[in-house]
């Protein structure tokens, strides 16, 4: 027999990497992409909901932004059939004096000042933990400071997610557009991660959902003894807690254009890498079974392209090699461009080649990320 080249090695390996990530666009990603959503625009408000955020500093944009909470479509007999919570949390700013002020002017604005901290419990989980004890309703929609709701009808989308069997109600939460390469990538990461944990979660594989637009139910809370079993973490009160609680039966997800809640991007790239690197050190904690997927996706798409580099040099079948990756690129571009239509991120169709490239140097320069420890403030 004669021995196996280093040619046939390489393209064999393409093979394999190229089919695990067909796999994905497939199986998982593809539910997304033809997903179809119901018009829940005129869903009449069903169960009371509390809306909570956690302020630490935050009177700029709670000026800006609560109203726009507050006045959400949202009525039950001609009366708000909501709460809108804000837990300020140690704020040194006028905080305190903005929120009684426009308690007088918003019966349904409740408001809970913390004055202390927990110790050893870092992060946003002690005040996010303390506004769920105080919430007044078993439904709790989830969002932060700085969020803006996309129109007046994000309460009622979100909570049309709820029923009987779904306890668990995925958002969508982009950032703001700008011009510049930088807000394109933060966009783009944004889009692709919100691509993954809602087609897994179309899949029945639910693994994350994201604080700035998540709701679920006081039960799940209290039945999993809230954050305790993560409390040592910075971050995690979003996607650690939906890793536990999350069945394949439990959640549903929204993704209305007008259910998105919109946030300000990092203005510099210092800025979101550490914001990413917060994020992400939390996903060796998941369940090991969504850390073999989501490890092995990331995996393959490094092998795939490393293989296709080395096709270059290894040449003899860099012909097949080339045809091979081309079909790859034209099953996931028809996919991301389906998906991110479905997030009204449709100009970001145009630079899903140069952006898969930048992913796979993306995931490499982030993956200390998931071994060393993260900071202890949520700030």
């Not at 080339?322 to 145009?350: E, P, Y």
Request: hydrophobic share 45%; glycine share 4%; proline share 4%.
């Amino acid at each position: 027999m004669p021995p196996i080249s280093i040619d046939f090695i390489v393209f064999c390996l393409l093979t394999f990497f190229v089919l695990i990530q067909l796999g994905y666009f497939g199986f998982i990603f593809s539910r997304l992409a033809f997903y179809k959503p119901k018009d829940n625009l005129d869903a009449s408000p069903q169960v009371a909901v509390s809306i909570i955020v956690c302020a630490f500093n935050e009177e700029a944009n709670l000026l800006k932004n609560l109203p726009l909470l507050l006045d959400q479509q949202y009525l039950k007999n001609g009366k708000p059939n909501f709460e809108v919570l804000v837990v300020n949390h140690n704020s040194q700013d006028d905080t305190f004096y903005l929120l009684n002020r426009m308690k007088e002017q918003y019966p349904h604005l409740s408001v809970l000042h913390l004055t202390q901290d927990a110790k050893l419990i870092p992060g946003k989980k002690f005040p996010l933990s303390m506004g769920i004890k105080q919430a007044a309703n078993e439904h709790m929609l989830l969002t932060d400071a700085d969020c803006i709701p996309a129109s007046d009808k994000w309460l009622s989308l979100m909570a049309a997610g709820f029923s009987d069997t779904k306890k668990i109600v995925l958002g969508y939460s982009p950032y703001v557009e700008y011009s510049g390469s930088l807000n394109r990538q933060i966009r783009f990461e944004t889009a692709h991660s919100a691509m993954q944990y809602l087609s897994y979660a179309l899949a029945g594989l639910t693994y994350m959902g994201v604080g700035r637009n998540l709701a679920y139910v006081k039960t799940l809370f209290n039945q999993n003894k809230g954050f305790s079993s993560h409390n040592q973490i910075t971050s995690g009160d979003d996607d650690l807690f939906i890793n536990q609680i999350a069945t394949a039966k439990n959640t549903s997800i929204v993704i209305h254009p007008d259910a998105f809640t919109y946030s300000e991007p990092k203005k510099t790239t210092e800025e979101w890498a550490f914001q990413k690197s917060r994020h992400l050190s939390t996903g060796k904690f998941y369940q090991f079974k969504h850390q073999f997927l989501l490890g092995l996706y990331a995996f393959s798409h490094f092998g795939t392209w490393i293989m296709l580099f080395t096709s270059i040099v290894f040449h003899q079948y860099l012909i097949v090699a080339a045809c091979l990756f081309l079909f790859r690129w034209i099953i996931q571009w028809f996919i991301f461009q389906r998906c991110f239509a479905k997030l009204d991120a449709r100009n970001l169709s145009n630079w899903i080649t140069l952006f898969d490239v930048w992913l796979l140097l993306y995931n490499i320069k982030n993956s200390p990320s998931i071994f060393f420890k993260t900071q202890k403030n949520w700030k």
